[in-house]
């Protein structure tokens, strides 16, 4: 069993600043690729940031130099440093893990976590 346990969200302004981090826990034995996604109110969900175990990064065009994804592998956690944030970032942000096993990999979700920016 592995859990993911997403945290920072919250409610800002626009402009502001705001870092989420997601701990995954449980039977780990390495972990590939990390990411996060996110998902407002009627529209579908779409690719935020992602992050290699090497620390190789992609960004959605929408985030680009804005947003920065890092990682600790060691605590086997993601994190999504969120700056200049916009109204169009409010959404719920949802990190995604993939997780092996000696003899298993598997895809996880996080709970999400509610990013809402004010105008």
């Known amino acids: 069993q592995v859990q993911l346990v997403e945290s920072g969200g919250g409610l800002v302004e626009v402009g502001e600043s705001l870092r989420l981090s997601c701990a995954a826990s449980?039977?780990?034995?390495?972990?590939?690729?990390m990411g996060w996604f996110r998902q407002a109110p009627g529209n579908q969900r779409e690719l935020v940031a992602t992050?290699?175990?090497?620390?190789?990064?992609t960004y959605g065009d929408s985030v680009k130099g804005r947003f920065t994804a890092s990682r600790d592998n060691a605590k086997n956690t993601v994190y999504l440093q969120m700056n200049s944030l916009k109204p169009e970032d409010t959404a719920v942000y949802y990190c995604?893990?993939?997780?092996?096993?000696?003899?298993?990999?598997?895809?996880?979700w996080g709970q999400g976590t509610q990013v809402t920016v004010s105008s």
């Open positions: 992050i290699t175990s090497t620390g190789n990064t």
């Open positions: 995604n893990v993939n997780v092996y096993g000696r003899s298993w990999s598997k895809n996880y």
């Open positions: 449980g039977s780990i034995f390495n972990i590939g690729l």
